[in-house]
């Protein structure tokens, strides 16, 4: 199966790793950067939201690894989606992306572990009040 010259590995594995471990449907909202609200402080703003399939799993010890440097507390997990998403970059005043799963917990994306061209794996943080 090739998509725009490249072979899709991912497609071509995609229904053995399901039958262990279903995708989902997901609402994902996109940064689309900051308003400066009346009180100056930065409100993040977001893209209208879209469903994606995704795929929620424990973080590897390899991922742990590389979020040791963001200072991001709390619950993580690792999620697989189809396309490519956004973390926070802070030089960019970029807020992350944000995932609302079927219970209504909103997870924030706080870095991109892996980038390809038919899907990517990020790390998310769940937000407060989810």
Known sequence: MTIGGGLNLHG???GAITTVNEDVTVAYERSN?????QSGKPTPQYLPVEPIRAQFQALTYKDLAQLDGINQNGVRRGV??????????????????LITDSENHVWLVTQNLEQWP?????????????
């Open 118 to 130: 038919f899907w990517c794996k990020v790390a998310v943080t769940l937000q407060n009040g989810s």
């Open 80 to 97: 697989y989606l189809y396309g490519s998403a956004d973390g926070v970059v802070r030089a960019d005043a970029k807020g992350g992306d």
């Open 33 to 37: 950067g900051f308003a400066i609200g």
């Open 12 to 14: 071509i594995v995609r």
